[in-house]
């Protein structure tokens, strides 16, 4: 087979353009000025392993504010761009593949054993947007191939306007089990983290629990962050496309044909006849990601430095919230939920999502 294009090429070219002084200086400027800002937001420090701080009633990681600001600033995506958006361990990594194989799949022999995802993980193919800002320079991203897909865990509202110029994937999860990976990601940073690993304090559940039951979590509140997504498919159904975690698992063949008509990259009567649909998502099953991620550097290119891979796959199981949670905590976060979501046609109960 002849030689293909590189469809997941070092993300570090956005940063090698030339630069003179002047740019240097204004970035430096542009970053000091958000890191003033920073300085002067709320901040919870309790939501271990890292700070949270308030930016437009949403609460970030302290070290992505100024990222956030300088996305809403200088982001600016081409219409033929994707992004893929996710409350954090809501399936970012198992979208980030499905996505990236699908839009590239004929850049790829049809038995796909030459795609990168065989030799590279779904962040390295797919990077956090967030991470593009945060190197204290504004990056040109229009060096990067068209289409090009980002992740990013944005709430909407956070999003610069010029975003809609750009297609959005939204992937949402149960709100239980969305709370019990992300405390087991949480608990596997602070095990691997420099800074944790002199303290004996294990992770606090229960503290956790408490907090993103009040709102306060990473991106959160949670409730906000998917009915930011939900409002706008309503409104914009040809730009936002809006999935449910459960449902997806339920039937990721169709839910794949969805997203392919949606990235204007569609499977064809002879794909759909020789099992391209269902090749790629034995390719990106949860089961073969995880097995081909431990043998894999942990380390994208744009990131300094990240928990083990395990705690990126852990189990993607629906309902194993029940082996974490009581039954009051289950009820708890049931009763906010319905309260949150009450009028606006999204459930997460198994009648799913009212049409």
């Known amino acids: 087979m002849a030689s293909q294009p590189d469809c997941a090429p070092p993300f570090s070219q956005c940063f090698l353009s030339a630069r003179t002084q002047q740019d240097i200086e204004r970035d430096e400027q542009i970053y000091n000025s958000y890191e003033k800002l920073t300085s002067q937001l709320p901040i919870r420090r309790d939501w271990s392993p890292f700070d949270l701080q308030l930016f437009q009633s949403f609460w970030i990681p302290t070290k992505f504010v100024p990222p956030c600001m300088a996305i809403q600033a200088h982001f600016n995506p081409r219409p033929s761009d994707i992004l893929l958006v996710t409350s954090p361990k809501s399936g970012t990594t198992w979208l980030s593949a499905l996505s990236f194989a699908t839009l590239h799949r004929h850049s790829f022999s049809l038995s796909l054993s030459d795609n990168p995802l065989l030799t590279r993980t779904p962040r390295q193919c797919v990077p956090l ?21 980002f992740a990013t865990h944005l709430p909407f509202s956070l999003l610069p306007e010029s975003a809609l110029r750009c297609r959005i994937v939204y992937l949402c999860r149960d709100p239980k089990d969305t709370f019990v990976s992300l405390c087991h990601f949480l608990e596997s940073w602070m095990i ?18 408490q907090m993103f039951s009040q709102g306060t979590s990473t991106f959160g509140p949670f409730w906000d962050h998917v009915l930011g997504y939900w409002k706008e498919s309503l409104r ?12 997806m698992m339920e039937d990721p063949v169709n839910h794949l044909r969805r997203l392919g008509q949606f990235m204007g990259c569609p499977f064809s009567m002879e794909e759909e006849r020789d099992g391209v649909v269902e090749d790629i998502v034995k390719l990106c099953s949860f089961d073969n990601l ?13 990131e300094e430095k990240r928990p083990p891979a395990s705690s990126f796959f852990r189990k993607g199981k629906v309902g194993d919230w029940v082996n974490y949670l009581s039954m009051e905590m289950a009820e708890k ?11 606006s046609g999204l459930s997460f109960e198994s009648s799913s999502v009212v049409p």
């Open 192 to 209: 691997s983290s420099t800074e944790h690993k002199s303290t004996t304090q294990g992770f606090d559940l229960s503290k956790a629990f």
């Open 333 to 343: 976060l049931d009763a906010i939920t319905n309260e949150k979501l009450h009028g």
């Open 129 to 149: 947007l967030e991470n593009f800002f945060f190197h204290r320079t504004i990056p040109n991203l229009n060096v990067l191939p068209s289409p090009t897909i």
């Open 236 to 247: 914009s159904p040809e730009m936002v496309l809006f999935f449910r975690y459960e449902e």
């Open 290 to 302: 995880r097995e081909l991620e431990v043998n894999k550097d942990n380390k994208g290119s744009l």
